[in-house]
């Protein structure tokens, strides 16, 4: 008879960790950049700038946590739940920002908005189905989003040429724009796709099957 190893159970990893941890900053950099991006009604550039640093610190946080959390598999429960809602959190208050200070349209933030957490509502939906992986599409939303935020972020009319960086704020946000819609209604049609055709979906419609012909039995 021949000795099998005994199967070793997997030990989830801790909450407490390295890439949970950067999350935990980038969310509390959310008031912080706030609070600099709004100081003296965002006419002062010093704050301006300084809310440019704390912004980019906070994107640069979200690709990194994301990679050190997938390399050294330290993917947990409350990753999956606080690393979108910090992401949404730091769009959310530029956004809102922005149209405060009346540098962003309203409605331009209204749609994104609407957009971003719906879809994170949506990914909660169906999550008993599957996971919705980001695709390359939202990959360059987010790419698109921080790139126009930061453009409009920066102090631009304490810089020269402000015309031109308007110009070129302007074009990186209605592209980031753009870009979202396009893959919010792709996360839709995956999240409808993925209810009908999951393992689970299947199952239950095999077992409803079954018993409409177990009733039609004599």
């Known amino acids: 008879m021949t000795d099998r190893p005994t199967p070793v159970a ?9 890439a949970n941890a950067l999350t935990v900053l980038r969310l509390l950099l959310v008031p912080v950049f706030g609070w600099l991006l709004l100081w003296g009604d965002g006419d002062s550039a010093a704050a301006r700038w300084w809310a440019f640093v704390v912004f980019a610190i906070a994107m640069i946080t979200d690709r990194i946590d994301g990679d050190i959390a997938r390399s050294r598999g330290l993917i947990t429960d409350f990753g999956k739940v606080a690393d979108p ?4 959190a730091l769009v959310t208050m530029a956004l809102v920002g922005l149209s405060l200070l009346a540098e ?5 933030t209204g749609v994104i908005l609407v957009r971003e957490w719906g879809i994170t509502a949506m990914r909660f939906w169906v999550i008993r189905h599957g996971v919705m992986a980001a695709g390359r599409g939202g990959k360059v939303k987010t790419m698109l989003q921080a790139l126009a935020l930061g453009f409009y972020v920066i102090p631009r009319f304490s810089l020269p040429l402000t ?22 209604i792709d996360y839709v049609n ?5 209810r009908r055709t999951s393992p689970r979906a299947l199952a239950k419609k095999a077992a409803r099957a079954a018993a409409r012909e177990k009733r039609r039995e004599p």
Not at 10 to 16: D, F, K
Not at 85 to 88: E, N, P, S, T
């Open 85 to 88: 809602i910090a992401d949404k």
């Open 190 to 194: 995956d999240a409808f796709r993925l």
């Open 104 to 108: 962003i349209p309203w409605w331009i």
């Open 10 to 18: 997997r030990v989830a990893p801790s909450a407490w960790n390295v």
């Open 163 to 184: 015309g031109v960086l308007d110009a070129i704020a302007l074009i990186t946000l209605i592209a980031a724009l753009v870009v979202t819609v396009v893959t919010g």
